[in-house]
Nanobody, 120 residues
Framework: QVQLVESGGGLVQAGGSLRLSCAAS????????MGWYRQAPGKQRELVATFSSGGSPNYADSVKGRFTISGDNAQTTVYLQMNSLKPEDTAIYYC??????????????WGQGTQVTVSS
């Protein structure tokens, strides 16, 4: 099992910045990728950004150029630097850790979520 704890959410004005952090514990040796997802009211959870050890980061088109994901290659910590925030970025942000058992077969672990609210 992998436990994830997020921090860093809050209320910010449009154009502002926030930095989210996520710390993983437990069987972190089994984690192959980490990332951030978000869920706005009435919408499905969507990918924001992910990265894997030795791989390039992957971003949703809506956040490219504004958000930056970073972390350590040991897959124990992941950050999301969010700049030029927009009201449409308002959502609960979830940290994710993924373990691949084999190609296309994986287990996802989730944090409890942290609220990000961007006022106009």
């Amino acid at each position: 099992q992998v436990q994830l704890v997020e921090s860093g959410g809050g209320l910010v004005q449009a154009g502002g910045s926030l930095r989210l952090s996520c710390a993983a514990s437990g069987s972190t040796f089994s984690v192959n990728a980490m990332g951030w997802y978000r869920q706005a009211p009435g919408k499905q959870r969507e990918l924001v950004a992910t990265f894997s050890s030795g791989g390039s980061p992957n971003y949703a088109d809506s956040v490219k150029g504004r958000f930056t994901i970073s972390g350590d290659n040991a897959q124990t910590t992941v950050y999301l630097q969010m700049n030029s925030l927009k009201p449409e970025d308002t959502a609960i942000y979830y940290c994710n850790a993924r373990r691949y058992w084999r190609a296309s077969v994986y287990s996802d672990y989730w944090g409890q979520g942290t609220q990000v609210t961007v006022s106009s």
